[in-house]
């Protein structure tokens, strides 16, 4: 059996892991240029994009064919991922072996690969390495998959979410706040959080709308409140693997680069995404849109950099509101 590493993650508060990519087959975009894509936030709170296809595809068994799908924007799935339905209309009558194992937020689950050929999503025609999700033809969060890492080569883009805007700039200057992942291609790095002693991990997840923290994190004098009753349930890509939490924290300050909040929320979830990553014993985080919704974000697929930014009252003021400022 083939291993893959996917981390796909769909969060809700009330109401997903990392897949190893060759490079996509499009070419980078030439200095000079630059392109404004719009997002679109459903109502759960996903930002999605509009992808249009080489050829027609029904969307549930009664619609008519359609060339364009919409799916959710995640800087944590390094490769592209589409639900299982649409994808065998894509692969031309060849069924899907499911021989390749994949890591998720909840667990590991059986996938395979196909190549979206001449795939736009607003930014010119290009091949996309995707893989296929097993589950529903539309899941809850109401799209029909991911736009992940691999759908960008060389590009260096700019995801600004108040905005609902996705940039392609090649001239974007962008500051290393945080990394892509250089096996995994997902952006991680470290924040500080008032009341850890230590840096904490974390991942940055475009994908789902509400964050989570693991236990070595809550633990610590960082956790203002012993937790509130909002629950949280944080579902598997396949559909299949759920985990609630009943415990939504309250914590101290937060900064990631150039954002910082003075208090936020999360839940606590000793998901399988930490475990799979190595930071169960450590405090980490994974930060999703509840947070990342008043931030921008900069990505250069070339480097790896990535650059986060505070927009209005989410924006560093390195003053006393927050001691674990750097200086």
Do not use: K
Not at 172 to 183: G, S, T, V, Y
Not at 231 to 245: C, H, N, P, Y
């Amino acid at each position: 059996m083939r291993l893959i590493a996917l981390v796909l993650m769909l969060a809700c508060a009330s109401p997903a892991g990392a897949y190893q990519a060759d490079a996509p087959g499009s070419a980078p975009q030439a200095a000079g240029e630059s392109q404004q894509i719009a997002l679109h936030r459903t109502r759960l709170g996903h930002y999605t994009i509009a992808l249009r296809l080489n050829r027609p595809v029904r969307i549930g068994p009664e619609a008519a064919p359609h060339d364009e799908i919409r799916l959710v924007v995640d800087t944590a799935a390094s490769h592209t991922a589409l639900n299982l339905p649409i994808a065998e209309q894509l692969n031309a009558g060849e069924p899907f072996v499911l021989d390749r194992l994949a890591h998720g937020t909840t667990g590991s689950f059986l996938t395979d690969t196909l190549t979206l050929q001449d795939a736009d999503f607003g930014a010119g025609r290009r091949d996309i390495d995707s893989i296929v999700l097993p589950g529903p033809e539309e899941p809850a969060h109401g799209s029909h998959g991911f736009l992940g890492a691999s759908a960008f080569s060389d590009e260096r883009i700019e995801i600004d979410f108040p905005r609902g805007l996705l940039r392609i700039d090649q001239d974007l200057q962008i500051a290393r706040d945080l990394e892509i992942d250089p096996d995994r291609r997902i952006v991680t790095g470290f924040a500080r959080v008032r009341g850890a002693a230590q840096p904490v991990r974390v991942l940055i997840d475009t994908g789902p709308n509400a964050s989570v923290a693991n236990s070595a994190l809550a633990g610590r004098r960082s956790s203002l409140n012993p937790g509130g009753q909002t629950r949280t349930l944080v579902t598997g890509v396949d559909s299949q693997a759920s985990i609630r939490s009943e415990r939504r924290r309250l914590f101290g300050g937060l900064e990631i680069g150039e954002l910082c909040f003075p208090m936020f929320w999360a839940s606590v979830l000793d998901v399988y995404a930490f475990e799979n990553l190595g930071w169960s014993d450590e405090p980490a985080m994974i930060i999703g849109l509840d947070i990342l919704q008043d931030a921008r974000l900069r990505i250069d697929y070339q480097t790896g950099a990535v650059e986060i930014e505070g927009l209005s009252h989410t924006a560093c003021r390195r003053t006393n509101e927050f001691r674990g400022a750097r200086g």
